[in-house]
């Protein structure tokens, strides 16, 4: 691999033009009001020896030598900000930057451009993700599911998958938002119910600043038991067209943006990817051969200081075939075919209304589209071939709308306020075959065609006591037609700064979460063939989470930070004489599909984590993660706690790097990722536990600046040691013995990105 790599770079490095001057760049951006998000204008800003205002936009603009720089900005009303950018050749900087007024107290540190702070709101478990960083990390595959799982708390489930398991509890529990939309599961192959798979459809190249929620949320958020995956799309370039290239684990892809109108009042910004996973397939590798495509768009128009209009669209197919009948030998006991295919449909619209300098009002509409199919088909020795014995062809439509209202009341309190409507409209058709009785005559197991109304409704305050003391108070409501189910849910934060680098933060709330919609209407046939929807009843699954957080800011970019949390679950779906409870979904790639379901299960998880976190500064960065916890379940009051799949006691993560900048040209980059953690428990009783996971991961990556152009060459090295990681172990019913799987063994993946 190291001839490969060597080999790749004296391919390119003839590309490189030699240059007699450092290429440079403009770096643009807008200043906001954090909380009002008010544009700024008259805010210095300086970059070396450059300096410049905002205009009455809060927009700016310099131009600068290709680098690191630090971006200073500061008005004699607001705190000074000092933002840590690196500057590339072939694309501009664009940069989103919050000030506070000086009647707050707040970290006086240095964050990077895209290292906005936590929105205020959020006092705990609490983290930043920053794209531009986390692409670092080893191992990611541009995925920000995978790169999440160097943060504390987050479980290692599947290398396979990129399942996003928090404290313990089921990846269902999780909620993706994009831009203000909740978008359901952002993954190619993702059945209905799910929030992850194999690949992702979401792409770090048109990701900004974005929060991700592990415990104690506000009430804004809501309708998730587990995180909150707040993501937000950059905007295009409003003032020159810019291109990119890229191909990869994620496939061949091609990407655009630029103005739509005149004098930076829009823009566009569109992706395209096409699957490139089928080559190594060609090359020897034992893989499935995997096809999927999607698109993204998003669109920005200004309709005067006050209106603004964004429309993101998000498009993805996917198929993959496994045709044990195609291979070329005897066909025997555990064969089988299966074909999936799955479709993702996307579009929402919002608008941004400022009527006041103080007030914010925003507004969405959103459809949603979710397709799944399932054929399979398994070899029956009786009749000596592949039969199918299951067709799974459902769909799930969605149209949610919203209205949000933001309003500083007085220069210490803001008020939030929003109402929420989900419609869905769903098919459920499943067949299943008696291959012992009837093979291919096929017999309904389900049909379903219903619909269900969702309502939500928050309020939320928060109040700055002192100029060290913030109080965040809300109430978060929810009521479901289908059932008459309704949930309040209050909540409760303060945050204390102890000194202006050394914060401790305490956060309470009830939660509830609707249940994957094909669980209510499962169907029970009684003798005579007579369907019963046993499941329809079900109420909200709920959970009271109390989290307190210590943060110190050190010297030169580090950070350290302590988690301890609680969290308590009741009204779970159970089914006690399958031991099935929902807080063990997930662990398989399905989500069971049992009726007579009770709410009667109860959880609890517990834990303490420990981050210490290097932003990438002078050159390196370090996330040095550690987690214990426990994770436990009951199936009713009667019976006793066990672990849950995901309870595997210790996570301890490192993920560093380091950049070597050869000259103003070239740089050289290596990141190394290390992750050692307990296994899951499996077992009918979860009793027995899966050997202890191990991996190490290792990036190395070449980036070259030309002066219209520049391009990144990266090798990226998973599970470098080839460590065989236990996936599962299962008992065969038609081999008759237990089965051990194992996950991903070293795989390399190359990936070649160029801007211009």
Not at 181 to 195: C, D, R, V
Not at 221 to 235: E, K, P, Q, V
Not at 251 to 270: C, H, N, Q, T
Not at 703 to 732: C, E, F, G, M
């Amino acid at each position: 691999m190291r001839t490969t790599f060597l080999g790749l770079l004296a391919l390119l490095l003839p590309l490189c033009p030699l240059m007699a001057q450092p290429p440079s760049q403009r770096v643009t951006g807008r200043i906001f009001e954090i909380g009002t998000s008010r544009p700024l204008p008259n805010v210095s800003v300086s970059l070396r020896e450059l300096q410049t205002l905002s205009d009455s936009l809060g927009r700016f603009s310099l131009q600068c030598e290709a680098g690191t720089h630090t971006l200073h900005l500061e008005h004699e009303d607001y705190n000074p900000v000092p933002l840590e950018l690196r500057l590339t050749s072939g694309k501009e900087l664009y940069v989103e930057a919050e000030m506070a007024p000086k009647i707050y107290q707040i970290e006086g540190v240095t964050v990077s451009a895209q290292h906005r702070k936590v929105g205020r709101a959020n006092f705990t478990s609490a983290t930043v993700f920053n794209p531009e960083e986390a692409t670092r990390y080893a191992g990611s595959l541009g995925d920000p599911a995978r790169m999440v799982r160097s943060y504390a708390g987050i479980v290692p489930v599947n290398d396979t998958r990129n399942d996003i398991v928090i404290r313990g509890n089921s990846p269902i529990g999780l909620q993706w938002k994009l831009d203000g939309f909740e978008i359901g599961n952002p993954n190619h192959y993702g059945s209905i119910g799910q929030t992850g798979n194999r690949v992702t459809l979401l792409n770090t190249n048109l990701l900004s600043s974005s929060t991700f929620l592990t415990g104690a949320w506000p009430a804004q958020h809501g309708n998730a038991a587990s995180g909150i995956f707040d993501l937000t799309m950059r905007d295009g370039n409003s003032q020159k067209f810019e291109f990119l290239g890229q191909t990869g684990w994620n496939g061949i892809e091609a990407g655009a943006e630029g103005p739509l109108v005149k004098r930076g009042k829009g823009s566009f910004l569109v992706d395209y990817r096409y699957s490139l996973l089928s080559l190594l397939r060609s090359l020897g590798l034992d893989l499935l051969d995997p096809h999927y495509h999607d698109l993204t768009l998003k669109g920005k128009l200004s309709l005067g200081p006050k209106h603004d209009l964004r429309l993101l669209t998000l498009l993805g197919r996917s198929s993959i075939e496994l045709l044990n009948s195609k291979r070329n030998k005897p066909l025997e006991l555990g064969d089988a075919d299966i074909k999936t295919a799955s479709a993702l449909y996307f579009v929402g619209l919002s608008e941004t209304y400022r009527p006041t300098q103080r007030a914010r009002v925003e507004t969405r509409a959103a459809y949603t589209r979710v397709d799944y199919r399932l054929d399979y088909a398994e070899y029956i020795p009786k009749y000596g071939k592949i039969t199918q014995t299951w067709r799974e062809n459902s769909y799930e439509d969605r149209l949610a709308l919203s209205a949000d209202l933001h309003l500083q009341l007085t220069p210490r309190g803001n008020l939030e306020a929003g109402l929420k409507f989900d419609r869905y409209w769903m098919r459920y058709r499943e067949h299943q075959t008696d291959e012992a009785t009837d093979p291919g005559k096929r017999a309904v197991r389900t049909n379903v065609s219903d619909h269900l109304n969702l309502y939500r409704a928050y309020t939320q305050y928060q109040h700055l006591l002192t100029s060290r003391l913030s109080l965040t108070t809300g109430l978060h409501g929810m009521y479901l037609q289908l059932n008459g189910a309704k949930s309040l849910e209050p909540r409760a934060g303060l945050k204390f700064y102890i000194t202006p680098q050394q914060s401790i933060a305490l956060a309470a709330g009830l939660y509830a979460q609707m249940l994957p919609r094909n669980i209510y209407f499962t169907e029970t046939k009684d003798p005579t063939g007579q369907a019963s929807q046993t499941n329809r009843g079900l109420d909200f699954m709920r959970s009271q989470h109390l989290n307190l957080t210590y943060k110190l800011a050190l010297s030169k970019g580090w950070e350290l930070k302590a988690d301890g949390y609680m969290q308590w679950l009741h009204g779970i779906p159970v089914r006690p004489d399958r031991n099935f409870s929902l807080l063990n979904v997930g662990a398989d790639d399905h989500i069971p599909k049992l009726d007579s379901l009770r709410n009667d299960g109860l959880g609890r998880n517990m834990g303490i984590e420990f981050t210490l976190e290097r932003r990438f500064l002078d050159s390196y960065y370090l996330l040095l993660s550690t987690t214990l916890y426990r994770s436990q379940f009951r199936l009713t009051s009667k019976h006793p706690w066990r672990s849950t799949a995901f309870d595997g006691g210790y996570i301890l993560n490192l993920s560093s790097g380091y950049e070597w900048k050869l000259s103003s040209t070239y740089a050289l980059m290596v990141d190394l990722k290390t992750s050692f953690a307990g296994n899951r428990h499996y077992g009918e009783h979860f009793t027995q536990k899966l050997p202890p996971y191990f991996r190490n991961d290792l990036k190395l990556s070449m980036r070259v600046n030309a002066p219209r152009y520049h391009y990144i060459l990266a090798v990226d090295l998973q599970n470098l040691t080839n460590h065989k990681n236990v996936d599962s172990r299962r008992y065969n019913d038609l081999l008759g013995k237990y089965v051990t799987t194992y996950q991903q063994g070293f795989l390399p993946m190359v990936t070649f990105s160029i801007y211009f």
